[in-house]
């Protein structure tokens, strides 16, 4: 292949991915896609797409040798993030974590082993490669217990079990769709949810954003975002000095950190980490309501190229990033959003067509719609009805 520009490798290509590939465009590089779902939205911005799974780290790699990539970026998925950082590794390319420390990070069991080895917030938790080690595990923690695939995300193969009748289905199911073959069985912790993204340079963070997580149908798949985050100030100096001393242990690479934690008993209880771009267009959440372009800030820490002289900057209003979903199944015909919020729509990407089927009402998303609110009280009122204010029109 050949081309003036440098060339950046994007493992991915969906809806979400958009931000940063029109972000990597516009610093002047030539954008691959990747990914094995050719009708992904993000390809059509792309200068060129190479199909391949991005779970599968020897095709990415093979895909990064074929482009002569300088730069490779992870996708919004955390089997993007794990390939990035073997091709990277393999190819001698900045930007990346070795991909022993990305696993370490991604991969559940071990990132709550070693949270749990260096004191750093987390759910007591033990990883199990069988039901029978889950069900030994159980007696060494309290109940409700909840039970999830350590690969994957977004509420997948994830349930509750609020008693010992109720451990093996949950263990199963979970067995059932992982593809390492192995589960988290941890401690499930009361509390408000809420995301704490960051960039951190030299081991120091040197931005933050945090939010409040909505959830609708699917109790563990965020389907709504808002900011500023309803949490006592002293949570991002707590996250940010963990994020630091995580940094610090694992010699992270400059670049994002992004969090997900509960708010247990006042303080920030870390349930997820990953070091790759939060999914459902997340980002532009961020750059809407800081004027942040973290879009181009992740590229940047990705490429290794340095994130440049980005500061602190705080929600200049009241936002929410909504993932439009249905509560019935049934073909599109339309989409109502109600008067009393269609003034404070700011931005959005609408992707269902008339015609199209939802089968699965907790996985399937009509479009992204960003509103942006008088007050923070009016936020999270609205946020909370969102669901019936924006609605699809079906029939059967």
């Known amino acids: 292949m050949s081309t003036s520009k440098k060339t950046l490798l994007l493992a991915g290509g969906s809806h979400a991915d958009i931000p940063m590939i029109r972000a ?20 059509a911005h792309a200068d060129e797409t190479r199909l391949a799974d991005f779970s599968d780290r020897e095709a990415i790699l093979r895909v990064a040798q074929d482009v002569e990539a300088d730069a490779l970026c992870a996708s919004c998925n955390d089997f993007s ?39 750093i917030p987390t759910p007591l938790a033990e990883g199990c490669a069988s039901v029978g080690q889950g069900l030994s595990a159980a007696a060494r923690l309290r ?19 609020r008693d010992a009748s109720g451990l093996r289905g949950a263990l199963e199911k979970a067995f059932a769709i992982t593809r390492a073959g192995r589960v988290v069985v941890e401690e499930f912790l009361e509390g408000s949810r809420h995301g704490f993204t960051c960039l951190i340079q ?54 994002i950190v992004h969090i997900q934690y509960i708010l247990h008993a006042g303080e920030p209880v870390i349930i997820e980490i990953c070091r790759r771009p939060p999914g459902d267009l997340y980002v532009e959440l961020v750059r809407l309501s800081t004027g942040v372009d973290y879009p ?14 980005v500061t602190q900057a705080e929600p200049a209003g009241f936002f929410t990033r909504h993932c439009v979903m249905s509560r019935q199944t049934g073909a599109i015909t339309g989409l109502t959003v109600d008067e009393t919020v269609r003034d404070k729509v700011i931005d959005q990407m609408l992707w269902w067509k008339p015609g199209d089927r939802i089968e699965d009402v907790l996985t399937h998303k009509l479009g992204i719609m960003f ?26």
Request: proline residues 5%.
């Open 24 to 43: 990597a465009k516009a610093m002047g590089y030539h954008v691959v896609t990747s990914g094995n779902r050719p009708q992904d939205l993000g390809h």
């Open 81 to 119: 993030a794990l390939s990035c950082a073997w091709a990277a590794e393999k190819l001698g390319l900045p930007g990346h974590d070795p991909y022993e420390v990305a696993c370490t990070l991604h991969l559940k069991d071990l990132y709550r082993a070693f949270a749990l080895a260096h004191e």
């Open 143 to 161: 109940f409700p217990l909840i039970v999830k695939p350590v690969d994957l995300t977004g509420g997948k193969g994830i349930s509750v079990a």
């Open 202 to 255: 030299e081991g120091k963070v040197v931005f933050h954003f945090q939010d409040n997580e909505h959830y609708f149908l699917n109790p563990y798949m965020v389907s709504a975002a808002s900011t500023p985050a309803r949490v006592p100030a002293q949570a991002a100096r707590s996250l940010t000095a963990v994020t630091e001393r995580i940094a610090g242990l694992l010699r992270l690479a400059d670049g």
């Open 296 to 309: 181009a800030l992740i590229v940047r820490g990705a490429a290794g190229i340095g994130l440049g002289g």
């Open 371 to 396: 509103f942006r609110f008088e007050s923070g009280e009016e936020m999270l009122e609205t946020t909370e009805r969102l669901q019936d204010l924006v609605r699809p029109e079906l029939s059967a």
